[in-house]
């Protein structure tokens, strides 16, 4: 499995911007994708993930209500909409892929160790 992200950018805070990550590979319907940033200094972080039918979705609370994970099976991509951006926000955003999961696990599909596959990055940069 290859996992690429892009639509990384600057933006100002209140804006918005949306991200994919595109697939190749095993079937992409059958596993669970999530989305992780990691910002200067600090760990990475959960942000959120969404099932291999897409009916089902998680989002950590700093995002909730904010970032809208969505996928499209037939285009083997994965979408990130987040809006209402804070300076906050502003990190290094990756994809990832659980391929041994179709059904998704809050719990430990909130943590890097579940996820097999990682895209490389893509830069989001919020200005204050």
């Known amino acids: 499995v290859q996992l690429q992200a892009s639509g990384g950018g600057l933006v100002q805070a209140g804006g918005s911007l949306g991200l994919s990550c595109a697939a190749s590979g095993r079937t992409f319907s059958s596993y669970v994708v999530g989305w992780f940033r990691q910002a200067p200094g600090k760990e990475r972080e959960f942000v959120t993930a969404?099932?291999?039918?897409?009916?089902?979705?998680n989002a950590a609370d700093s995002v909730k209500g904010r970032f809208t994970i969505s996928r499209d099976n037939a285009l083997n991509t994965v979408y990130l909409q987040m809006n209402s951006l804070k300076p906050e926000d502003t990190a290094v955003y990756y994809c990832?892929?659980?391929?041994?999961?179709?059904?998704?696990?809050?719990?430990?599909?909130?943590?890097?160790?579940?996820?097999?596959?990682w895209g490389k990055g893509t830069l989001v940069t919020v200005s204050s």
């Open positions: 990832a892929a659980d391929t041994r999961s179709t059904l998704l696990r809050s719990s430990s599909h909130s943590l890097p160790r579940q996820y097999d596959y």
């Open positions: 969404i099932s291999g039918s897409g009916r089902n979705t």
